[in-house]
């Protein structure tokens, strides 16, 4: 299957969607090994976007002078994040799971599967950017819409101290307390429903 990145998020008006998908590219790309030379470099990127985010906040007070200014800015950083979407595209090369762990959204394919899903692999879980964090990834699969996340103290399984949806297979938690070890797990939601739950990826969070 040809997978590649969507940019769909680029042209739409929704400031929010927009904002956010671009915060959450940064993130996931910012010393993802995979993508060890980013074309263009991040620190451009993260620099036009800040820039975006001031002119966005001076546009809110109105004034066509603050608006245009605006547009200029998401004008060059929409076109920067294109730049690197290809980028992505080409070092990716069609591994779905590279290409997920950049941040970028995936293009849907153009069939629907039917029936129910499997339940996902047990997610692979690495420690976070911070401390009381963590970072779980498993394989997409092919018709899911979104994933349910569930993370747990391994002491006490059955009982959910963190909850979260995400659209992709992929999901970062913090708040946790260092020193215990947390169980992972999630399931897929597609058209005929939601999968079974997946085996527990597990760590200790520091």
Same mark, same amino acid.
């Given at each position: 299957m040809n997978v590649k990145p969507a940019i769909g998020f680029l042209t739409k008006d929704g400031q929010g969607s927009f904002t956010d998908k671009v915060a959450a590219i940064l993130q996931w790309m910012t010393n993802n090994p995979s993508y060890p030379n980013p074309v263009p470099d991040l620190g451009t990127?993260?620099?036009a976007f800040t820039a975006y985010k001031v002119a966005?906040?001076?546009?809110?007070?109105?004034g066509k002078q603050n608006i245009a200014v605006r547009n200029?800015?998401?004008?060059?950083?929409?076109? @920067?994040?294109?730049?690197?979407?290809?980028?992505v595209s080409a070092t990716a090369?069609?591994?779905?799971?590279? @290409?997920?762990?950049s941040g970028f959204p995936v293009q849907k394919p153009s069939r629907t599967p039917i029936g129910p899903l499997p339940a996902p692999d047990?997610? *692979?879980?690495v420690p976070g950017p911070v401390t009381g964090s963590l970072k779980a990834t498993s394989t997409p699969l092919y018709g899911a819409s979104s994933?349910?996340?569930?993370?747990? @103290?391994?002491?006490?399984?059955?009982?959910?101290?963190?909850?979260?949806? $995400? $659209? %992709?297979?992929?999901?970062?938690? $913090? %708040? @946790?307390?260092?020193?215990?070890?947390?169980v992972v797990c999630l399931n897929a939601? %597609?058209?005929? %429903? *939601?999968?079974d739950w997946s085996d527990g990826g597990t760590l200790m969070v520091v």
């Open positions: 990127v993260q620099t966005t906040a001076d546009a809110s007070q109105g200029a800015r998401r004008e060059e950083l929409t076109g @920067l994040m294109r730049q690197l979407s290809s980028y090369n069609g591994d779905l799971e590279v @290409l997920i762990s047990a997610p *692979v879980v994933y349910n996340w569930s993370v747990a @103290l391994q002491s006490e399984p059955e009982t959910d101290v963190k909850t979260a949806q $995400t $659209t %992709g297979a992929r999901a970062e938690f $913090t %708040g @946790l307390t260092p020193g215990q070890i947390y939601v %597609g058209t005929a %429903g *939601v999968s």
